[in-house]
């Protein structure tokens, strides 16, 4: 049986590309937020705040962990509108090394060294043959409205060491699942969608000498907001969280959001009270419509797996992987 309780941010040029570290996000909570309010976590050591902007504006918001020079979370909102094509290149925040430069730069031949930006966060050259990919946690996927919102996702500050086959496998698919999803039903008027993803460090695992931590877990929460809908649309919220593994032939937990991350957050969501007293923990404005959805989701894929799920599901998962490991061994 697996357990997993509680585990659960430019250019071009440097003219036009900006990003800022926000203590607190004071400059983008309002932006990123359910609720204007940043989740709490514990043990955050070595926290830096990081409002991600791309000339005038900004795209989503990130907390640092500059001792293990990957992100303890990135947090955003989902549109829905999809354009252009996947934007490569990568880049690095000089704000963690001279916060007097609140300018973006991307990565080159010039400054591909430890030396120059990696005092506090991770560079290129900490990947390059580290037999791990560059992972997003705030997807390129759910930032489509315009070619600069997918760019702003390259920067170092919103990748941590990811298992390849975990990254462009099952995680993909997740991500994917959960846009369908909130597409479905998170697309009434009204309705806001926040996103957080974060990791879960590993406790002695890194890349490039200890520099890099590889997280042992990735995860994301998710709050369909109807607090701005009207009649009984307002009622039609709903959150959930996820969460997998970094490894090969990984698994996506899925979980209500009250039994999520429970000892490493004490809160992920703000409470809302409402104009008539009544008070919303969590985002769970609809704790059935959340069930349902939960339910649907771990229905799509045998790798989808309810945090307290049934016999028959953990033996089928144990048969799956079985074959997964048996099938890589004859390649």
């Not at 060491?161 to 991500?175: D, K, L, T």
């Not at 959150?239 to 899925?254: D, H, L, Q, T, W």
Request: with cysteine.
């Amino acid at each position: 049986m697996i357990h997993i309780f509680g585990f659960v941010v430019i250019i071009l040029s440097f003219n036009f590309v900006k990003s800022e570290v926000s203590p607190n996000f004071t400059r983008c909570k309002d932006r990123f937020f359910y609720q204007n309010t940043a989740p709490t976590l514990k043990g955050l050591v070595g926290s830096t705040q990081i409002c991600q902007r791309l000339g005038n504006q900004y795209y989503y918001a990130t907390e640092y962990d500059t001792t293990n020079r990957i992100p303890y979370y990135s947090a955003n909102t989902l549109s829905f509108d999809r354009r252009g094509r996947r934007i490569g290149g990568w880049f690095v925040e000089p704000q963690l090394s001279n916060e007097n430069d609140p300018s973006m730069v991307d990565i080159s031949m010039a400054n591909n060294d430890i030396a120059t930006f990696g005092i506090r966060q991770a560079v290129n050259v900490d990947y390059t043959r580290s037999g791990y990919d560059r992972g997003h946690l705030n997807p390129q996927l759910y930032n489509c409205e315009t070619e600069d919102s997918r760019k702003a996702t390259n920067s170092l500050t919103n990748i941590a060491p990811q298992v390849s086959s975990f990254n462009q496998g099952i995680w993909n698919v997740f991500e994917t699942t959960l846009y369908n999803i909130s597409k479905k039903y998170c697309n009434f008027v009204g309705a806001r969608r926040y996103f957080i993803t974060g990791v879960l460090p590993s406790k002695n695992q890194f890349i490039s000498n200890e520099r890099v931590n590889i997280p042992s877990h990735y995860w994301t929460a998710v709050c369909c907001d109807s607090s701005s809908a009207k009649g009984d649309l307002r009622k039609e919220g709903w959150s959930a969280g996820f969460i997998g593994e970094n490894k090969a032939n990984s698994s996506v937990f899925i979980y209500t959001i009250q039994n999520f991350l429970q000892t490493t957050s004490s809160t992920l969501f703000a409470d809302f009270t409402d104009q008539n007293g009544n008070t919303v923990k969590n985002c769970l404005f609809n704790p059935t419509k959340a069930d349902n959805i939960i339910n649907e989701i771990a229905n799509t894929d045998n790798r989808f797996i309810k945090g307290k799920t049934s016999m028959f599901r953990r033996v089928c998962k144990l048969i799956y992987d079985g074959v997964c490991y048996i099938l890589g061994l004859f390649g």
